[in-house]
């Protein structure tokens, strides 16, 4: 199977402490996005990269958080000084430049106690 | 700034009773709107894009169509393993999907 993968699939951590989840696109797709879910809602856009350029955030994304992409393939999202606010699913994106549909991965769900 | 509103929030159906789901948007310049399937703990599955009005996608029991207003998901004869949350997204000038609430499909047999 070569769709999105996500890892990890859970995180369980204290408030304060940094975590990092880490995402791999379908293999030919050079757009890469990242989404949070919370209980009941729609995904929520978080950031776009377009290859290894971050080309859009959402003024959801807070100083705490930072996603890099550094050589176009896989990207990471750290968030750091967690705060329980940012208990949620973390979900993954990609889609090549033929189609608009997103494909997204199985998601990285963070609890933060 | 784009809007989605999806309707109702959840909706419990016999085994074979079809019924409809609908997603009302507001966006500028609409590039796409798409629909998902959501199983609990899982990402969106994608199913379908429709790109302008009067556009019509089928598959399987499910069939989306696209008005310059909304969009609808209809179930024909729905099935236990149709039970899910649906998700609307539509993607205007910029690279982002926005989304709306879902609506969590509960199919008895």
């Known amino acids: 199977d070569t769709g999105v993968s996500q890892n990890p699939r859970h995180k369980i951590t204290k408030r304060g402490q940094n975590v990092t989840f880490r995402c791999d696109p379908i293999?030919?797709?050079?757009?890469l996005y990242w989404y949070r879910q919370t209980l009941g809602q729609g995904p929520e856009f978080l950031t776009y990269?377009?290859?290894?350029?971050?080309?859009?955030k959402s003024r959801l994304l807070s100083d705490r958080f930072s996603a890099e992409r550094p050589k176009g393939s896989f990207s990471t999202l750290e968030i750091q000084r967690t705060e329980q606010g940012d208990s949620a699913m973390y979900l993954c994106?990609?889609?090549?430049?033929?189609?608009?549909?997103?494909?997204f991965g199985p998601g990285t769900r963070l609890t933060v106690t | 700034e784009d809007q989605v509103t999806q309707s109702p929030e959840a909706l419990r159906l016999q085994e074979g009773e079809s019924s409809s789901l609908n997603c009302s948007y507001t966006?500028?310049?609409?590039?796409?709107l798409f629909w998902y399937r959501q199983d609990p703990g899982k990402g969106p599955e994608f199913l379908f894009t429709?790109?302008?009005a009067g556009e019509e996608k089928e598959k399987e029991r499910l069939k989306a169509t696209l008005t310059k207003k909304e969009s609808f998901l209809h179930i024909t004869a729905p099935k236990p393993e149709d039970s899910a949350t649906y998700l609307c997204?539509?993607?205007?000038?910029?690279?982002?999907?926005?989304f709306g609430g879902g609506t969590r499909v509960l199919v008895k047999p």
């Open positions: 994106a990609s889609r090549g430049d033929s189609a608009y549909e997103q494909y």
């Open positions: 293999s030919e797709h050079n757009r």
């Open positions: 990269f377009q290859n290894e350029a971050q080309l859009e």
């Open positions: 966006v500028s310049g609409l590039r796409g």
């Open positions: 429709l790109y302008s």
């Open positions: 997204a539509v993607q205007a000038a910029g690279n982002k999907l926005t």
